[in-house]
């Protein structure tokens, strides 16, 4: 199991554009999270995907939306990009064994994204 | 509203000296909380969480509902310990698991 995979592991956009990141889940995980984690601070939660449903967001605009498909792999979009999005983009998998209840959550290597 | 506040950017200590990375949290609810480690060029790695009681690597962690922290220990440094560490936070009573980070720590221990 090659863990929890993400592409790109880099990219490249300016300003204005709109940007699509990539996670595959950990073999057996079924719920998706998604962070941002800026130059030298912690990662943020941005929102998180379960059953094919946003379950929770953080603070974060609307700019920002994702997608999980029915493998359970999942797409965080970005649109009309701003100079702040530039950040690492980390994904998450976990295992909801019930509705409510923290389990376990593995990260995938990031996505940097780079605005120009 | 839930927050981690680890107020030590830098710590730095010699092989073979104790090691405690401060970790504070506000909750209202029940939390649940973690140590999360990631070495250089490596991505972020569980390290324990405090319902799981274990000793990983030599660190140990005790939740202190009192003071709301959760500070991470270790007796005798090693220098393969250098790394950033991250406290995190998770609402139990959440729909989802979402986690609340500090902003990081990062432990140099020198020979």
């Known amino acids: 199991d090659a863990g929890v995979t993400q592409s790109p592991t880099h990219l490249i956009k300016t300003r204005g554009q709109q940007v699509t990141l990539r996670c595959s889940p950990k073999s057996g995980h079924d719920t998706v999270s998604w962070y941002q984690q800026a130059l030298g601070q912690g990662p943020q939660f941005i929102f998180q995907?379960?059953?094919?449903?946003?379950?929770q967001r953080g603070n974060f605009p609307d700019r920002f939306s994702g997608h999980q498909f029915p493998n359970y792999s999942s797409e965080l979009n970005v649109n009309a990009l701003l100079l702040g999005d530039s950040a690492l983009y980390l994904c998450?998998?976990?295992?909801?064994?019930?509705?409510?209840?923290?389990?376990?959550?593995?990260f995938g290597p990031g996505t940097r994204l780079t605005v120009l | 509203a839930q927050r981690v506040t680890q107020p030590e950017k830098l710590l730095s200590v010699f092989k073979g000296a104790p090691v405690e990375l401060k970790c504070n949290y506000s909750?209202?609810?029940?939390?649940?909380l973690f140590w999360y480690v990631q070495y250089s060029r490596q991505r972020l790695q569980l390290l324990l969480r405090?319902?799981s009681r274990e000793s990983i690597k030599g660190f140990t962690a005790d939740l202190n509902k009192g003071e709301t922290s959760f500070h991470l220990k270790k007796p005798f440094a090693q220098e393969e310990d250098s790394a950033m560490y991250y406290c995190a936070l998770s609402g139990r009573d959440n729909a989802g698991n979402m986690l609340t980070f500090g902003g990081g720590t990062r432990l140099m221990v020198k020979p």
């Open positions: 995907y379960y059953e094919e449903e946003e379950r």
């Open positions: 405090h319902i």
């Open positions: 998450a998998s976990s295992f909801s064994l019930q509705a409510t209840g923290a389990d376990t959550q593995y």
């Open positions: 909750y209202s609810g029940s939390p649940e």
